[in-house]
Nanobody, 125 residues
Framework: VQLQASGGGSVQPGGSLRLSCVAS????????VAWFRQAPGKEREFVAG????????YYEESIKGRFVISRDNAKNTVYLQMNSLKPEDTAVYYC???????????????????WGQGTLVTVSS
């Protein structure tokens, strides 16, 4: 599967952005899709994921209640709606997919074999 991420940009603290990850094929029941981010000088970290079966979603603790991951099967797209953005959310955001990742490894970037290009999110006043 090929992935293309988009939707990044510059926003003030408290603002919102919606990232999109368009897949070349259907991901529902085939691929778990996740968003990761990498801030300057830091390691890449898990943000949110949606499982391939059942559509259950998972979030990193610091973004719970602010970000929502969702999937539009008709458009082969997974979204990350980001609200109440903070300067510490500034990073390059990547979407990734895996056909085989298990629940306990959902936040492990090494478990994902397919990656889109990054999209930069900058939160600054």
């Amino acid at each position: 599967v090929q992935l293309q991420a988009s939707g990044g940009g510059s926003v003030q603290p408290g603002g919102s952005l919606r990232l999109s990850c368009v897949a070349s094929e259907r991901t529902s029941n085939r691929y778990t899709v996740a968003w990761f981010r990498q801030a300057p000088g830091k390691e890449r970290e898990f943000v949110a994921g949606i499982m391939r079966s059942g559509g259950r979603s998972y979030y990193e603790e610091s973004i719970k209640g602010r970000f929502v991951i969702s999937r539009d099967n008709a458009k082969n797209t997974v979204y990350l709606q980001m609200n109440s953005l903070k300067p510490e959310d500034t990073a390059v955001y990547y979407c990734a997919a895996s056909a085989t990742v298990i629940l306990s490894e959902r936040a492990n970037d090494r478990a994902y074999g397919y990656w889109g290009q990054g999209t930069l999110v900058t939160v600054s006043s």
